[in-house]
């Protein structure tokens, strides 16, 4: 058998039920007795409630904040300084924060008729001034989202790091920019969703959910709803994407399972697209002021950045809103050798829905802001964009590096990503044709962004965000059955990263069993080891470390029992392709199965009283995390009439250390990078001037389709991770970071001729339009 | 209303009410879940199917509307020797993520290698511009088709 472990492009063992629509998603499961939940969502975005009136034939089957005694509020805390802690009503009490917060929820055997009863419900509102656009709403005098703060701040901080006054001084050239990345939701296929029931039998609460962290869940579903956990089972069966959007405690979760409890039927809750597109969490809406100091050469000496983040009416739990903003300091330094640093960070309430951590979190705005400005670093001093990237870049050799903002950089040869990409994207041959022009009067330019993204950092990192939940020892527990094949049994979730297969690489790796008699389960909370769960870019390298681990673990207890029905010593053996290889013979697994489970009495007298079950725990050290890198290229063509941007080529050189199975790494590099290319030009959820949602549908809405990419070219370098587990690294997100700025700087790049930049995403025909008419160029 | 129709070769005889969508007549009352739901409204081609042959965004089209036609879902491809082939090309391009979009995308792929055995890429992409993926970025699926797409001209004498 060739190798099924790491570094084999092992067909998924996922798909099968995939392709022949037998993937279960929670929408899929019918109970008997289910009522489906619609709820009654406010159209305003700031008002008091004066009166809820339900119709008296509907009284038990509509439930309003007055049914919800005991249950929530939501309260996502952050021990950070200054933290201002939000109360989210599980349906809204006396005031609604956003449109689509909701007020009511009304149960029915069809979704159709809860609907209709939903509208059946009056409410009166008395509307208040929204604060809408958090730089406003940061304003003194701005309508308070809650009347009990004195302003909209939930969190602030401040960052001089370095020998920043003196960096400030010294420089030849400060290059200044403004910067703004829109509001977007996350847009999974499948919607959230929640369906709760009560088990007599177990005396248990059940909640199947689209969720990326069951345990998280279940542990704040217990806490918001005053039950012990041990009362509580979250299964998340197939979930249809998640991209960091299906991490936290949902209101409306939270309203099934109390009803659930209370009525003792099932209550399914199923989102639909208006509601995600316009209730939901949304992400990414930054406010960047950023600064650069660099000498004559363009080597950068300080950052200087000051970031708003809009969060939103409220703080999930458990990430809060701040989770964001209070990143961006520490990402600043990117993948460069910057000697300081100045930051202030902001994260700012709003009538607005809540904001979630979306794939690569505060990276994609940080790189954003960040990178343009190295390219108008390099413009202003007239030098190519890239080479002013390589000269600033942490170099291998300075490797493990620590960045002035203390993260520790493991292992990478930054600048051989750019000249890679340099030569992928044949930067000669675009600037040759720049020189000769286009014969349609359409603009070509190129643009480079380069990031590196922190992955599967563990408690000494988390513990220092603040947040409610940190991640410790990630575990595994691994058992042979009685017929000598494997099951893993993990706390993490998987959600179209393949991990029921490159899990079961690693135990082939280890063992060589061959990864289709591998089974890796999940998704419930009383079949799986407690975990903080997916998210992070972690599920890999903390997973697969404690699979490793766990199977290592498992090797000696099978060299102990093969060895001894091969009548060999335990030193005289090896595994190998699923055997117990011995001096004059082997034996299957299939055998030493049998013998622990079926006849012990062929098992040695100092046996390890664990069996063939192995539970164990993984932890990189040091734990700051490991971190993955890439440069990107992007080259676009801009209709300076139209103001339309059309990509030509896409290029991507990644570093995630040793690849588990490189056709997944490049599915997650290509899906993420089609994401970025998304916040780069096409989406933008947006609110009117009272917080009025504008886009609900997919057709206001827009994802990247088919055409709107081309054929993404991809390369990978390998740089092991010095610290992890076969040197792997996390790699999830890190596509969707770097897109919105390569995107931008290729348009800058072709606008350079007219002396005209673009600052903000999306970048749609009207944004370069109007760049171009306030540079009198249009 | 009434309606009689062919459900994946099977006839079938409901009661349905009017305003009930395809989509969820074929999930809820025939437990056919493999046809996804997500826009409802036409644009993302989660739940796309076959009525007589041809491509249908289900979650738009009512019930009634099937009413004598030949409604094939991704559960009735079982026995169909292209679909056999679109579907082991998707798992070796790795044209799937989190399966969830796969089922309209299948339904699809099928069509362009069947309508356009000798579609070209853009072309390819052009046919995917009513399916939308979250997960794959494209690439995989366009590879996946224009592989089936080969390998069923080979097969042709």
Known sequence: MASQGIGASVLRNEDERFLHGRGQYVADITLPGTWNAAFLRSPIAHARIKSITIPDDLKGRVFTAADMTGVGPIVGISSLPGFRVSEYPVLATKKVRFVGEPIAVALAPERAEAEDMIERIAVEFDPLPAAVECLDARKSGAPLVHEQWPDNIVHQAEFKLGPFDEMVKKAAHKVTRQFRISRQAVMPMESRAALAHYDARQDELVVYASHQTPHLLATGLAKFLGMSQRRVRVIS??????????????????????????????????????????????????????????????????????????????????????????????????????????????????????????????????????ELIVDAVARAIGREPYQVRIDNMVRPEQMPYSTITNKLYDSGDYPESVRQAVKLADVDGIRARQRRGETDGTLIGVGFASYTEQTAHGTSVLSKWGVELVPGYEMATVRMTPDGDLVIEVGIHSHGQGMETTLAQIASEVLGVDPKRVKVKFGDTAMSPYSTGTYASRSIVMAGGAVATACRTLAKRIAVIGAHLLQAKADDVRIENAQVIGPKGQVDFSALGRAWYLHPEDLPPAVDRGGLTVT????????????????????????????????????????????????????????????????????????????????????????????????????????????????????????????????????????????VEIAETPITPRRVLAALAAAGKL | MKVTLTLNGRPIEADVEAR?????????????????????????????????????????????????????????????????????????????????????????????????????????????????????????????????????????P
């Open chain 1, 237 to 370: 069966p197939d979930v249809g994407g998640g991209f960091g959007l299906k991490i936290f405690v949902e209101a409306e979760a939270l309203v099934a399972a109390s009803l659930a409890m209370r009525l003792r039927r099932p209550i399914r809750w199923i989102e639909d697209n208006l509601e995600h597109l316009t209730a939901d969490a949304n992400c990414r809406e930054h406010r960047h002021t950023l600064t650069a100091y660099a000498d004559n050469q363009g080597k950068f000496l300080a950052f200087d950045l000051d970031v708003v983040v809009d969060g939103g009416a409220y703080s999930i739990y458990p990430w809060t809103s701040c989770v964001e903003a209070a990143q961006c300091a520490g990402i600043l330094t990117a993948a460069y050798d910057l000697p300081s640093i100045h930051a202030k960070l902001a994260t700012i309430a709003t009538n607005k829905p809540p904001i979630c951590v979306y794939r690569g979190v505060a990276r994609p705005g940080v790189c954003f802001s960040g």
């Open chain 1, 616 to 755: 164990e725990g993984y932890r990189p050290n040091p734990d700051s995390g490991t971190f993955s890198y890439a440069t990107h290229a992007a080259v676009v063509s801009v209709d300076p009439d139209l103001g339309t941007v059309k990509l030509i080529d896409y290029v991507v050189v990644e570093d995630c250390g040793r690849r588990v199975n490189p056709m997944v790494v490049d599915g997650q590099v290509l899906g993420g990078t089609v994401q970025g290319i998304g916040t780069a030009l096409y989406e933008e959820a947006l609110y009117g001037p009272n917080g009025e949602a504008l886009t609900g549908t997919l057709a206001d809405y827009m994802i990247p389709g088919a055409t709107e990419v081309p054929d993404i070219k991809l390369a990978h370098m390998t740089t092991l991770s010095p610290w992890t587990e076969f040197g792997i690294k996390g790699m999830g997100e890190g596509g969707a970071i770097a897109p919105p700025a390569a995107i931008a700087n290729a348009v800058n790049d072709a606008l350079r001729v007219l002396g």
């Open chain 2, 20 to 156: 009930k969508s395809l989509a969820d007549f074929i999930r809820e009352r025939e437990g056919l879940t493999g046809t996804h739901i997500t826009c409802e409204q036409g644009v993302c081609g989660a739940c796309t199917i076959l009525v007589d042959g041809r491509p249908v965004r289900s979650c738009i089209a009512l019930a009634v509307t099937a009413d004598r036609r030949d409604v094939r879902t991704v559960e009735g491809f079982d026995d169909d020797p292209v679909m056999a082939v679109v579907r082991r090309c998707f798992s070796e391009c790795h044209a799937l993520q989190c399966g969830y979009c796969t089922p309209g995308m299948l339904v699809t792929a099928r069509d362009i290698v069947t309508r356009l055995p000798n579609a070209d890429r853009a072309r390819i992409r052009l046919e995917l511009s009513g399916n939308l993926c979250r997960c794959t970025g494209y690439l995989g699926i366009v590879n996946a088709i224009e592989k089936a797409a080969s390998e069923i001209r080979a097969r042709r």
